[in-house]
């Protein structure tokens, strides 16, 4: 009798441990073991039981990277699309600055241009002015 409840025992730690090898950690020995091999069955309920809490662990934790990771990738691609507008933006303000500037140059030249037209004009009523002068002093 001895060796049939030891052959049972070994088929069902063999069950077990085949199932625990092929991912499937639902399962736990239903049977206690009599006498000296009650501890072996206990750990090894223990032991699927730590297994299966810790994949159900990793699996949360999966989910939430993966919560986390998608996060991450709106937050890239919002920072991205404002980072886009930003540059056409600056590029847009780099264009007007530029056509002022230009402008505040075609000014400044049109006023240079001014002031020598006045400076020539005004060298010219001098002269008109001193040769007056002349010719009223000549008729005295």
Do not use: P
Request: glycine share 4%; charged share 30%.
């Amino acid at each position: 009798r001895d060796a049939t409840e030891k052959n049972a025992m070994v088929d069902m730690l063999a069950e077990v441990l085949n199932r625990v090898s092929k991912g499937d950690l639902r399962k736990v020995l239903d049977t206690e073991f009599e006498g000296e091999y009650r501890k072996l069955g206990e750990n090894m309920n223990k032991a699927i039981t730590s297994l299966r809490e810790m994949v159900q662990k990793v699996v949360s934790s999966a989910g939430s990277i993966r919560l986390a990771a998608g996060e991450i990738a709106a937050a890239s691609s919002d920072l991205s699309a404002r980072t886009q507008s930003n540059a056409a933006s600056i590029e847009e303000t780099t264009a007007a600055l530029l056509d002022v500037d230009g402008r505040i140059a075609s000014t400044r030249d049109a006023a240079r241009s001014t002031a020598d037209s006045a400076e020539r004009a005004k060298v010219a009523v001098e002269r008109g002015l001193a040769k007056a002068q002349n010719a009223a002093a000549t008729m005295e």
